[in-house]
């Protein structure tokens, strides 16, 4: 079945520094969508990017990603990270093999400290 | 924003008690979903919901769950008999259409602990 799988479980970083958390997905349709959804402490997860076109670059509030369907790829990645961005970030995939099944990936936890 | 609220926020039940999680959608929202997460772990898919009938679901949706929304109420999961496996935080999700094109919204959980 589909899949997501993020590789680190915990991201630690200065204040200024970039991010990138990876993605990698798995699925046997041709035209999945990818999302990134954010969950700050105590708050639910909410969305923060997503895509369905390959290679096109997509931003929302200083993070951006590109889907890259040749590697199965959806990582995100923003050029300097803020004290705000701690969070727990998780990606996301949605086949168009007619399922409405949003399947998380494992999640990453990213703190950064001043 | 669009707000998914969920209600209790915690509830703690003896194994093999009754329980059932309220969610309120956004109001013109016509898909629902449950999702699973137990502390430390991902969130994990149980079910989704539509036009009154459950559209697909996973292996984590034993028989002894069960969804319904009952005249456009609350969207609701009972869990009847509890286990303790069942100690998880219990999401729920509302999107307006098919939810490749449009977006989830998640409620802030309800913590369920069962003794």
């Known amino acids: 079945g589909d899949s997501v799988t993020q590789t680190e479980g915990l991201v630690t970083l200065t204040e200024g520094l970039p991010v990138m958390l990876n993605c990698t997905y798995q699925t046997i349709y041709s035209n999945p969508f990818l999302f990134w959804y954010v969950q700050h402490l105590n708050e639910s997860p909410r969305l923060l990017l997503k895509?369905?076109?390959?290679?096109k670059r997509t931003e929302h509030q200083g993070f951006h990603a590109t889907l890259h369907k040749s590697s199965s790829s959806f990582h995100l990645q923003k050029s300097s990270a803020q004290l705000s961005d701690s969070a727990l970030y998780y990606c996301?995939?949605?086949?168009?093999?007619?399922?409405?099944?949003?399947?998380f990936g494992e999640g990453t936890k990213l703190t950064v400290s001043s | 924003g669009p707000k998914v609220l969920q209600i209790p926020s915690h509830q703690i039940i003896d194994m093999g008690q009754m329980v059932t999680l309220n969610c309120d959608p956004v109001s013109n929202h016509l898909y629902f979903y449950w999702y699973k997460q137990i502390l430390g772990q991902q969130m994990e898919f149980l079910v989704n919901?539509?036009?009154?009938?459950?559209?697909?679901k996973s292996k984590l949706f034993k028989d002894q769950f069960s969804v319904e929304r009952p005249d456009g109420s609350y969207f609701t999961l009972k869990i009847q008999p509890t286990a303790l496996e069942d100690s998880a935080v219990y999401f729920c999700?509302?999107?307006?259409?098919?939810?490749?094109?449009?977006?989830?919204?998640f409620g802030a959980g309800t913590r369920l602990s069962v003794l």
């Open positions: 895509s369905f076109t390959d290679n």
């Open positions: 996301a995939l949605i086949n168009q093999g007619g399922s409405a099944k949003l399947i």
């Open positions: 919901f539509y036009n009154g009938k459950v559209m697909e």
């Open positions: 999700a509302s999107s307006l259409d098919w939810p490749s094109q449009n977006t989830l919204y």
